[in-house]
């Protein structure tokens, strides 16, 4: 059996793992002051914790992650860098546990498992929560916490489509 891991990049994103067994947590951040004069923070991805968390869950298995396309916007310059930092974050703990990966638009996980004519975040969000818990009742309160069970949802349209 294949495992897929479904990530919904950035800081504030997610990551499952189904595999038989179903994992869902927050990436693992920390925050501290930016690399700039002017007093202001970052919030970075925990790498080492991050790897050791993808080490313990795919040790020794087939494993695909499917990382949703992050937002790079040049008129969303501050949230353009904490996305492609994020990225880079990511990129290099999957590469240190050699999992293969492949970015995949949310529009694909949506569309298939997103009830059509949803407008908007909130609605987006609203649906992605209820639809998760649906289907993992069992992490109903990780995901309401979270506010999103978008890594579910794409970890759950991989295993559908058999990627």
Same mark, same amino acid.
């Given at each position: ?10 800081? !504030?994103?997610?990551?499952? #793992? ?8 927050? @990436?693992? !951040?920390?925050? %501290?002051?930016? #690399? ?12 080492? %914790?991050?790897?050791?968390? =993808?080490?313990?869950? $795919? ?5 695909? *992650? ?14 353009? @860098?904490?996305? +492609?930092? *994020?990225?880079? +974050?990511?990129?290099?703990?999957? %590469?240190?546990?050699?999992?293969? #990966?492949? #970015? ?7 569309? &298939? ?7 908007? !975040? &909130?609605? =987006? ?7 998760? $818990? ?5 992490? !109903?309160? &990780? ?21």
């Amino acid at each position: 059996m294949k495992a897929h891991i479904g990530i919904d990049n950035g800081i !504030t994103g997610s990551l499952a #793992y189904i595999n038989g067994k179903v994992r869902f947590i927050s @990436i693992p !951040t920390r925050s %501290e002051q930016s #690399y700039t004069k002017k007093k202001q923070n970052i919030t970075r991805i925990m790498v080492p %914790e991050l790897i050791n968390i =993808l080490r313990d869950w $795919c040790d020794g298995k087939s494993v695909r *992650a499917f990382i949703e396309r992050p937002f790079l916007n040049p008129q969303g310059i501050k949230a353009s @860098i904490s996305a +492609a930092r *994020a990225l880079e +974050a990511m990129l290099i703990a999957l %590469e240190e546990c050699g999992i293969s #990966y492949e #970015y995949i638009d949310s529009k694909s996980w949506q569309h &298939a498992l997103l009830p059509a004519g949803l407008k908007g !975040t &909130a609605e =987006l969000k609203r649906a992605s929560v209820d639809i998760a $818990c649906r289907l993992f009742p069992e992490h !109903t309160e &990780a995901i309401r916490k979270h506010k999103d069970g978008d890594s579910l949802l794409i970890a759950e349209w991989a295993r559908r489509n058999q990627i």
